[in-house]
């Protein structure tokens, strides 16, 4: 009877909202996701860009055909995806390194950084395909 009584009170307190559409992240959460998604879109791509890198660097001929794939608007706006997803990992990662010294742990500063880290990831993802498109 006791034990009815406690699962009762348990069920009591869990969340009301569990529709993953209707909730709202706080920047900084949203910023950790993008981080740990940009990583492993870094990581299933590497192998891709290596054989790229490799491929372009066997022949003259090998480097024109990469060239010539990459000049191609679809496999540009992967790029830039690829661009967005370093960049965007690497302000993240210092970010994360620095709250690892317990600096910028405070809610106004954690928010400041992760504001900042998503303006610097597409400020230098706006660069880069400027330049290159």
């Known amino acids: 009877m006791n034990q009815a009584r406690n699962l009762n009170r348990k069920d ?4 009301k909202n569990l529709d993953l559409r209707t909730v709202r992240l706080p920047v900084p ?24 890198l490799q491929c372009s660097l ?10 010539e794939v990459a000049a ?4 540009k706006l992967l790029l830039l995806g690829v661009v967005w997803a370093f960049s965007h990992h690497f302000f993240a990662g210092l970010r994360h390194i620095a709250m690892d010294f317990q600096w910028g742990m405070e809610l106004t500063t954690a928010r400041l950084t992760a504001k900042l880290v ?9 660069l880069i395909g400027t330049a290159l498109w």
Not at 12 to 15: A, D, G, L, M, T
Not at 37 to 52: E, I
Not at 58 to 67: Q, T
Request: no cysteine; aromatic share 6%; charged share 10%.
């Open 58 to 67: 066997n022949s003259a001929e090998h480097f024109a055909h990469i060239k």
């Open 118 to 126: 998503l303006a610097l990831g597409l400020l230098v993802t706006l």
């Open 29 to 52: 959460a949203l910023v950790s996701i993008l981080h740990r998604a940009s990583g492993a879109v870094l990581f299933l791509l590497l192998p891709v860009l290596l054989l790229g």
């Open 72 to 75: 191609q608007p679809f496999v």
């Open 12 to 15: 009591k307190q869990r969340p």
